[in-house]
T-cell receptor
């Protein structure tokens, strides 16, 4: 079974530029998550989708971050304009409905963003 | 609370010894508690979970203990191996199906 796919793996941009990350979840997983992981910290939930609807985006900085999950499968996370403090690894995860209840998430390898 | 910057709590154990990694949680209403392992350059990997109505659960070489009285969770790894070297995160699944991660602990296994 293929895992969660993310791209790009690495991205370096200057502040005020924009960037987009893509995620393809495990086939059949209804729930998709974007987490931000700053170096030395635990992952922080940015947004959670159930199919193509947003379940929680309370921690998403909506003035600069946006995310969508068209057709309930792939998802993109965009940052515009980027700030220095956005430097982090952006992790995408997916889960089944049962996994969403128990906390059994499957993560991709992440997209590492460096903002200069 | 969460660790800040690069100063993750660190546990160093000898290969073959048992490891115990501890975690304090804050939300007494959480339904599930989970442990994840994160190797360098990879995403977190699910290890084991425990429901709030249990106090102990065993997996392969791992045991999770839950003490709701003091809001404490621990992960015990038996016969620790070099491949167990990683950062370990506890997480809790709150109402609304949100999985919130806590502070990590870096485990070093000495050969």
């Amino acid at each position: 079974e293929a895992g969660v796919a993310q791209s790009p793996r690495y991205k370096i941009i200057e502040k005020r530029q924009s960037v987009a990350f893509w995620c393809n979840p495990i086939s059949g997983h209804a729930t998709l998550y974007w987490y931000q992981q700053i170096l030395g910290q635990g992952p922080k939930l940015l947004i959670q989708f159930q199919n193509n609807g947003v379940v929680d985006d309370s921690q998403l900085p909506k003035d600069r971050f946006s995310a969508e999950r068209l057709k309930g499968v792939d998802s993109t996370l965009k940052i515009q304009p980027a700030k220095l403090e956005d430097s982090a690894v952006y992790l995408c995860a997916s889960s089944s409905r049962q996994g969403a209840r128990t906390g059994e998430l499957f993560f991709g390898e992440g997209s590492r963003l460096t903002v200069l | 609370g969460e660790s800040v910057g690069l100063h993750l709590p660190t546990l160093s154990v000898q290969e073959g010894d048992n490891s115990i990694i501890n975690c304090a949680y804050s939300n007494s209403a959480s339904d599930y508690f989970i442990w994840y392992k994160q190797e360098s350059g990879k995403g977190p990997q699910f290890i084991i979970d425990i429901r709030s109505n249990m106090d102990k659960r065993q997996g392969q070489r791992v045991t999770v203990l839950l003490n709701k009285t003091v809001k404490h969770l621990s992960l015990q790894i038996a016969a620790t191996q070099p491949g167990d070297s990683a950062v370990y995160f506890c997480a809790e699944n709150t109402g609304g199906f949100k999985t919130i991660f806590g502070a990590g602990t870096r485990l070093f296994v000495k050969a």
